[in-house]
């Protein structure tokens, strides 16, 4: 039995390839439908729908590279001859899922990749490498646009493996030839192969579905996120205008940092970098969490067990503006989930003219606004959650 294919088998190598990639994506298909159906409602749940995402993950890795390795082979290797090369519909029809199922192997777990490496954090991938991809940035637009493809291109792929094994089944129990054969056991057949005219348009048509594919993965679903905010305030609202800025946070879970922000959020600032008396001034941010986003775990950051953000869709920090060793910190309150708690955030200053920037943090613990009860230990979540706010504004 040869390694190499004839005009009248399957060859070891290609063999292998097949049967490799198929037990790959078999497994990998339904550890991701289960990743994604799993609960996250308590400590002992979320490890577990991470340790079977991390699974899921990985194994894909290993059907991109296997993927490569059986087109490399494929493109330089002898195809055996079709059993009926009269059936030309039938043949063409073979080739375009053929060309379908080579570029979601390719396509599918690249975008899934490329989601993951967008968001870090949860669920990491188990090789010494592939976090964070060359030329993928950590940004929460990539990371849906990245997703959206994955979902559209997985459907395809279950389309095609479907057709497939339909395609395998008509012919060894209708046709009874020996087609399946040629690939379970590599045997010979026919004795006098006649090859097929081949053509280039089920390959275009294969890239053409895919090209659709993407294009429905394109389409806008819901609000857009942003990463920035250039919120207007109202003329009355303090004398200073903020033109832009980011608030952002981050936090360990399953001892990764993920980090997320809010895109809609305003501030009512008035400050004097002159006063005397010891404070400068005043600030009140008004958030609106129901924009936040927290890479793959947004939805579970929105939950009751966290943000609650469809019974507080509103978090509000008020704060006197004092000076510091260094810099200024704005020392008040922030209400979050109902519970308002003290907090001071120290932040650096710089105007020119009439024109502000300021860069602050400050560290928060999720228990004293009771987020994550279920999650009583730094495990799964961790306790302190990093606050970052860089914003730049105008005078008024």
């Known amino acids: 039995m040869s390694t190499r294919n004839s005009q009248r088998s399957y060859g070891r190598v290609a063999r292998l390839f097949h049967w490799t990639t198929a037990a790959l994506i078999l497994t990998a298909i339904p550890l991701g439908i289960v990743a994604n159906r799993l609960a996250y409602d308590t400590a002992e749940a979320l490890a577990l729908k991470a340790q079977v995402f991390s699974l899921h993950k990985t194994l894909g890795v290993i059907v991109f590279f296997v993927a490569l390795g059986r087109i490399l082979w494929t493109l330089f290797e002898t195809h055996p001859a079709p059993l009926h090369p009269e059936r030309q519909l039938e043949l063409w029809l073979a080739r375009l899922v053929h060309w379908m199922l080579y570029i979601s192997l390719v396509a599918v777990p690249l975008t899934g990749w490329v989601h993951h490496a967008a968001v870090n954090g949860f669920a990491p991938i188990w090789w010494p490498f592939g976090q964070t991809l060359p030329f993928v940035p950590q940004s929460e637009s990539v990371a849906q646009a990245a997703g959206s493809a994955h979902w559209v291109f997985t459907k395809l792929m279950i389309a095609s493996i479907l057709l497939h094994i339909a395609g395998a089944l008509k012919h060894h129990v209708i046709d009874r030839d020996d087609t399946l054969r040629r690939m379970t056991r590599g045997i010979n057949a026919p004795a006098t192969p006649i090859p097929a005219r081949r053509s280039a348009l089920p390959l275009i048509a294969a890239v053409a579905l895919f090209g659709l594919g993407a294009g429905v993965a394109a389409l806008p679903r819901g609000e857009p996120v942003t990463q920035a905010i250039t919120a207007a305030q109202p003329a009355a609202a303090g004398n200073w205008l903020v033109t832009e800025g980011t608030l952002g946070f981050g936090v360990t879970q399953m001892g990764q940092s993920v980090t997320g922000s809010f895109a809609t959020w305003t501030a009512d600032i008035r400050f004097d970098e002159a006063a005397t008396d010891g404070t400068h001034g005043s600030v009140t941010v008004t958030?609106?969490?129901?924009?936040?986003?927290?890479?793959?775990?947004?939805?579970?950051?929105?939950?009751?067990?966290?943000?609650?953000?469809?019974?507080?869709?509103?978090?509000?920090?008020?704060?006197?503006?004092?000076?510091?060793?260094?810099?200024?910190?704005?020392?008040?309150?922030?209400?979050?989930?109902?519970?308002?708690?003290?907090?001071?955030?120290?932040?650096?200053?710089?105007i020119t003219g009439d024109t502000a920037t300021m860069t602050g943090q400050t560290t928060l613990d999720r228990r004293d606004f009771g987020m994550g009860a279920s999650y009583s230990d730094e495990a799964s979540v961790g306790f302190g959650v990093t606050v970052d706010v860089a914003l730049t504004a105008t005078r008024q």
Do not use: M, W
Request: glycine letters at 8%.
């Open 287 to 350: 958030i609106d969490t129901g924009s936040l986003t927290l890479g793959s775990v947004t939805s579970q950051a929105k939950s009751a067990d966290f943000f609650d953000t469809a019974t507080y869709p509103q978090a509000i920090f008020t704060a006197d503006i004092l000076p510091a060793a260094t810099g200024y910190e704005a020392t008040g309150t922030l209400t979050l989930r109902g519970t308002t708690v003290p907090v001071t955030l120290p932040f650096a200053l710089n």
